[in-house]
């Protein structure tokens, strides 16, 4: 039996958006590499927790990013169409933000 992809779901992206997004995560590999380096070469614990706090910052920018242009664009677009099943997404979405 072949499965049908009635549901799955997709955001299409302009080219300058793909790239503000690629850029950041781009910083954020190197923060990772940058923290991978850190422990090879034994230092302090407190540098390096700083070091990991500024990436859990970057990925929050992030995902805010990502969520502001979801709400602009996905969202405006269901609602838009009547469709309020993407209220109960935003609402998911939201309790997984705030865990």
């Known amino acids: 039996m072949e499965k ?3 549901c799955i779901k997709k955001t299409y992206r302009g080219n300058e958006e ?3 997004i690629n850029n950041r995560l781009s910083r954020i590999e190197g923060q990772l590499r940058g923290i991978k380096r850190m422990v090879q070469e034994d230092v302090y614990c407190n ?3 700083i070091q990991l706090s500024a990436i859990e910052n970057s990925v929050k920018s992030l995902s805010n990013h990502i969520l502001e242009n979801h709400l602009y664009s996905c ?3 269901d609602l838009e169409n009547r469709n309020t099943e993407i209220i109960d997404e935003l609402i998911g979405l939201f309790k ?3 865990k």
């Open 4 to 6: 049908q992809n009635c």
């Open 75 to 77: 969202v405006t677009k």
């Open 18 to 20: 793909k790239k503000i």
């Open 96 to 98: 997984k933000f705030n």
């Open 47 to 49: 540098d390096i927790l």
